[in-house]
């Protein structure tokens, strides 16, 4: 099929370069262009991994091209909407800017019979809102929402071979055309055993924003659970070993540490909480103020601990920060744990070093006056405390007695609980986790 892809953001890209994958005729189309002359070069704009090679592979085949002009779409039979929804400047609600200038832009060249999906996630009520701007414009094109479910990392697999579909349609019903046509889109994974559910338009926008609070939710469950182990003298590790072996929990998300960040989680939550105000259900999502808040405490407890770690006082000691991205495998620093809890250190007198594999670029564009060392052996010579803030296996697998050797002091945070705490004790060091003893 001939596909158009509007916004070559994270989103975009990926899911350009992965229908192509699927044998579709794909052009992607951004206003930005530096990033249209990097992806057409296959260079993409962002660490994620498989994704440069795959646009490699499939630019050989002709299959794949970007434009920053919005006329290249004509003649595709289904337009994705791919743009990003921050948050608002100063609201919890989520920006619609460039969604409707998508629309807006992408209504002209909208044939009669044409499918028009969005990806975006978007605050419930939007689908509604652009299905009548679609229908005045072009009565017989189709409003699809099909959210995303990428994780940041995996976004390749996700698309390629994703654990489920959901299609929004007008009425919810299995006999809308849109219907068919995605799953002609999407005829590889469907074959391969995705399911798909169809529903209406509201609750496709709602399964993403749901999901991602759930997830949210879960996060923050664990972390406030660590607080009491803290509290207690038990260990958060075994508490979520134990209460995930019941299938109800799952073991999945239970991992205790500094909170989650990046471009999904924080905002849309706010986002979910904000819309429901709107829609006078506000008492319905009073809790996710509690989850957000319980995250945003774990990086002023990782602090306190710091300062603990290093003798009551961070004034002149030198810190090493490992891990600036919100997670590993990527170079997105957007709400960054591991950059705020950097930041505030060097506010309270510590000096500042960060590491990492991917995202310094990034983080200095944000953090400019903190200290950044790409070579990992530089970075902690002669720190007094390390913290593991970003989980990547090269920071897991550092051998503690070796590295012993290059620090000042022997003393480190574990900010995601993921090392051995009597390997690293057993060399010498001064552990401390998160809710662990």
């Given amino acids: 099929m001939k596909i158009s892809v509007i916004g070559c953001g994270y989103l975009g890209a990926v899911h350009a370069a992965c229908m192509a994958k699927l044998g579709h005729d794909v052009v992607g ?20 991994p498989g994704l440069e090679e795959l646009l490699r592979d499939v630019q050989e085949t002709g299959r794949l091209k970007f434009t920053t002009d919005v006329s290249a ?54 689908a509604a809102r652009l299905a009548a701007v679609l229908e005045k414009n072009q009565p017989s094109a189709h409003l699809v929402w099909n959210p995303e479910f990428l994780r940041e990392g995996h976004a390749v697999a996700d698309t390629l071979q994703p654990d489920r579909f959901v299609y929004g349609v007008l009425g919810g019903s299995e006999d809308h055309i849109a219907v068919r ?68 929990i799952g073991r999945k998300f239970l991992n205790a540490g500094i909170g989650f960040g990046g471009g ?19 008492q319905a999502l009073t809790f996710l103020r509690e989850v957000d ?9 990782v602090v306190e601990l710091t300062r603990d770690l290093c003798g009551g006082s961070l004034l002149g000691k030198k810190i090493t920060v490992l891990g600036a991205a919100f997670k590993p495998e990527s170079d997105d620093v957007r709400d960054s744990p ?12 510590a000096v500042v070093t960060v590491t990492d594999p991917k995202a310094l670029t990034n983080a200095a564009r944000r953090f400019p006056e903190l200290h950044y060392e790409a070579d ?6 002669s720190a007094d405390a390390l913290l593991l803030l970003t989980e990547w296996h090269q920071y897991r697998d550092l051998d503690p007695y070796e ?26 060091w001064i552990y401390r986790g998160l809710g662990r003893p």
Avoid at 32 to 39: C, G, S, T, V, W
Avoid at 264 to 282: H, Q, S, T, V, Y
Avoid at 376 to 381: D, T, Y
Wanted: glycine content about 8%; some cysteine; charged content about 20%.
């Fill in 29 to 48: 189309v951004d206003v930005d262009e530096r990033k249209i002359a990097e992806l057409s070069a296959a260079k993409a704009p962002f660490y994620e």
């Fill in 73 to 126: 779409v004509a003649g595709s039979a289904v337009h994705f909407i791919c743009v990003g929804t921050p948050q608002k400047i100063g609201e919890n609600g989520a920006d619609l800017t460039y969604v409707d200038a998508a629309m807006r832009t992408l209504t002209p060249h909208v044939l009669p019979g044409d499918i028009v999906v969005g990806k975006s996630t978007v605050p419930v009520g939007t």
């Fill in 181 to 248: 046509v995605l799953d002609e889109v999407y005829e590889a994974p469907l074959s391969s055993g995705t399911s798909r559910i169809v529903t209406d338009h509201p609750t496709a926008e709602l399964v993403k924003t749901a999901a991602n609070s759930f997830l949210a939710t879960k996060i923050s469950f664990i972390n406030a659970m660590a607080e009491l182990c803290d509290a207690a003298g038990a260990d958060v590790t075994q508490l979520a070993d134990a209460i995930g072996m019941d299938d109800r």
């Fill in 264 to 282: 999904c989680l924080p905002k849309d939550i706010r986002a979910f909480m904000a819309r429901a105000g709107e829609l006078g259900a506000d």
């Fill in 293 to 301: 808040a319980i995250n945003m405490r774990r990086r002023t407890r």
């Fill in 338 to 349: 591991a950059l705020s809890i950097a930041a505030q250190l060097q506010l309270q007198g």
């Fill in 376 to 381: 990992c052996n530089s970075a902690i010579k």
């Fill in 403 to 428: 590295v012993a050797g290059v620090v000042a002091s022997a003393r480190i945070l574990d900010g995601r609980n993921v090392l051995d705490p009597a390997k690293w004790r057993a060399a010498g």
